[in-house]
């Protein structure tokens, strides 16, 4: 990833939340700098439009332009700028309406240092592929390295999640073997294509049900489980705790 920084920019309306989120960024990847905290999402548009960032981190719930607005304004008239949610609980049903503006990725509050440092990593893989041109519309599909694989499969997977996917179905859509991909994904990652996609679902699941609205069958679904007992097991094999008990201990 080299020394590249890449600028990052806060909105958020309680301060010490603020600080505490850009200290935490700049500790788990250097990759990123914070250049800027804005208490309200009018200033902080005002902010990007001079000098856009390569991503924004907005709460959802603030003065005088709310973070669902801000996301939007930025989905509309700069696309490349990425965009990541902060959200409560309560707040969840916007959170899921961000992702048709664009958003990147959603944190709930407080926020998790290793969720933070997945979304880190998430976005700083996605930046790369934007400034290096890694795969552009001309260059075969063949001339990708190895990281540059992993990469369309770990984006894949972000973005289809919620389907019912699996390794076959994301070699079919990136025109590769299954086997190959698990051959390169392992070398470069250390994890198969299939853990990876397990653990990603799982994550996420886990942000979920801190949603007590959400049933377990629906936080299943959301990650694409259909097999209550399947999303259980995986969950289990993941986190060494049933999706049931790990609601339980968040009391």
Do not use: W
Request: glycine share 4%; net charge negative; charged share 25%.
């Amino acid at each position: 990833m080299g020394e590249r920084k890449y600028r990052v920019i806060i909105a958020e309306d309680e301060k010490l939340i603020a600080k505490n989120i850009a200290k935490h960024i700049e500790a788990d990847n250097p990759s990123f700098r914070v250049c800027g905290i804005y208490s309200n999402g009018e200033d902080a548009l005002n902010a990007i439009r001079q000098q856009p960032p390569d991503a924004v981190f907005t709460d959802i719930s603030m003065p005088v332009m709310s973070g669902l607005e801000l996301a939007a304004e930025i989905h509309r008239t700069m696309d490349n700028v990425k965009c990541v949610i902060i959200t409560g609980y309560a707040e969840f049903e916007y959170a899921r309406e961000a992702l048709h503006y664009g958003v990147r990725d959603y944190l709930l509050k407080p926020v998790d240092k290793d969720e933070l440092h997945r979304v880190l990593k998430e976005l700083e893989l996605s930046l790369t592929d934007i400034y290096d041109g890694a795969r552009s519309g001309s260059e075969p599909e063949a001339a990708l390295s190895p990281e540059e694989i992993v990469k369309l499969v770990e984006e894949y997977v972000r973005n289809n999640y919620s389907q019912d996917i699996d390794l076959n179905t994301i070699a079919q859509n990136l025109g590769y073997s299954s086997s190959y991909l698990t051959k390169v994904f392992n070398r470069v990652e250390q994890i198969t294509p299939s853990k990876y996609i397990r653990n990603y679902r799982m994550g996420i699941a886990k942000q979920l049900m801190n949603d007590r609205e959400m049933t377990l069958q629906q936080v299943a679904s959301a990650v694409g489980y259909n097999d209550p007992f399947h999303f259980s097991k995986s969950f289990k094999q993941t986190f060494g705790m049933t999706p049931t008990e790990y609601r339980e201990s968040l009391h």
